[in-house]
């Protein structure tokens, strides 16, 4: 068995994710400790109480999805060591926001920086004052998206590739809107305006790379062990200086999810679990690499599943 630890990305949140694995798990709830003592507000009552309205706003919703991320892996590295294994992944990777959690995984941050690094990706985000938004195309494929998006001129890109047939698409308002249609008219089933605050992934938000840049000198840098697989290149990462410019990039460039998965099952992994809140990636995953084991760790009857299937599995392997 050869596993990927994978960490869930915005929009996977959701009011009293990470309570019950908290009140379980004294890992998982060490986490949301240490955030709620970092930081000026609580992000263990809002993460476990809401509101909604200001949970979803990105300043609070990027620090919220670290830290249940961050506990989700911490509740699975605990219960495994109590039944004397080990977690021991090949490869990590996060989808956007996720990167960061994955970063946590692998000792290049610390939690603690790593969390006052997303507070500022979130502030920086939200601040950034370019109008324009995001929206999910479902059913095509990027080729046939990129070929609408190209006709559509410099106002609009493929800003996340998820899956077949799921296919974000990011610019202004205008261009989106002027898409839709010809998108439906290629074969898209629906085009699906996002909640988020900007173009997200485009050009248009390098500044906020920029001053992301600038704020990672405030942190420790570690090499990463194991590899992370970068979203912008697709490829695994283990050097810190090379880390921190893919970053910076990030917030400006397309989150190759798909290719991701592909090299990382290209690579030998057989299975994947999903640390947050919800099943956003393992969605995806099934999607990309069917013939692939997703598990989830968001609660604890998924962390029993998860630890047991991995038990079970290397038993198999060992027998």
Partial sequence: MSLALVFSPQGSQAVGMGLALANDSPGARAVFEAADAALAWSVSDLAWHGPEDELNDTRQTQPCLLTTSVACLRALEEEMAARGERVAP????????????ALVAAGVLAFEDALRLVVRRGELMADAGVAGGMAAVIGLDRTAVAEVVESAGNDLVVANDNAPGQVVISGSEEALAAAAEPLRAAGARRVIPLNVSGPFHTLVMSAVGSSLAEAFEEARWHDADPPMFSNVTAEPVRDAGEIRGLLARQVSSPVEW??????MVAAGVDTFIECGPALALTGMIKRIAPQARTLNVADPASLEDAVEALIGARAKVSA
């Fill in 90 to 101: 090949a490869f990590v990777a996060g989808h956007s926001v996720g990167e960061y959690a």
């Fill in 258 to 263: 798909v290719a991701s998965v592909r090299r």
